[in-house]
């Protein structure tokens, strides 16, 4: 899975918790994103960074906040958990800029998170 | 923004049959158009990708093509296997990208 990992694997928390997903790889990749994936939504990007201390907003970012100190790891934090961020989180990376082939993005295998 | 658009969301076919799922996209500067494979529990998997400086490409079993004029693009898989079952899902961008919403493909022994 091109030296990605996730942890955790599987949470199960209560409503109003806050949670911290988090991504790491080893392919020393600039670009890194946060996805969720729900049924009949396909995936939607929450947030991505393109740097150390470089982050931006995706489609569906309120309720979630990202950072990233080490170019290795990409946290995702959920403040304040509510029920509708039960999904599955995916992270990606992709290389460089687009273009000459740096646009491809290559995926972790997953989160499955639970709010009660 | 992007809105991409997948069909069918759910196919079947008899093994040693052709599947043919497709997609269009909205935003003319997309100009990259990734496949993946997702089964299950398991992330997505990048089977093919094409650019839009391309307007077929072919990978043994699987090809993409795409239509810049008429904003889709499609991907075939010949010769369908039961390891062929799984979600797939279409994708249009550049630095970011945005995905169709999947289709289940079941290949049937």
């Known amino acids: 899975d091109a030296g990605i990992t996730q942890s955790p694997r599987h949470k199960v928390t209560e409503t109003g918790t806050p949670v911290t997903l988090r991504c790491h790889q080893t392919e020393n990749h600039r670009y890194m994103y946060w996805y969720r994936q729900d049924p009949g939504h396909g995936l939607r990007l929450i947030h991505y960074?393109?740097?150390?201390?470089?982050?931006d907003k995706g489609e569906v970012s309120d309720g979630y906040s990202v950072s990233r100190s080490k170019t290795e790891d990409f946290l995702l934090t959920l403040e304040s958990a509510t029920s509708s961020q039960t999904s599955v989180y995916f992270c990606?990376?992709?290389?460089?800029?687009?273009?000459?082939?740096?646009?491809?993005?290559?995926f972790g295998p997953g989160t499955r998170l639970l709010v009660l | 923004g992007e809105n991409v658009e997948q069909h069918p969301s759910t196919l079947s076919v008899q093994e040693g049959d052709s599947a043919v799922i497709k997609c269009t996209y909205s935003d003319s500067a997309s100009n990259y158009f990734p496949w993946y494979k997702q089964e299950l529990g398991k992330g997505p998997q990048l089977i093919i990708d094409i650019r839009s400086n391309v307007g077929e490409k072919k990978d043994q079993r699987i090809a993409v093509t795409l239509n810049k004029t008429a904003k889709h693009f499609s991907l075939h898989i010949t010769e369908t296997q039961p390891e062929d079952s799984a979600v797939y899902f279409c994708?249009?961008?550049?630095?970011?990208?945005?995905f169709g919403t999947g289709t289940r493909l079941t290949v049937i022994p």
């Open positions: 990606a990376i992709r290389p460089g800029l687009a273009g000459g082939g740096q646009e491809t993005q290559y």
């Open positions: 960074s393109y740097g150390v201390k470089d982050t």
């Open positions: 994708a249009a961008g550049a630095n970011n990208l945005f």
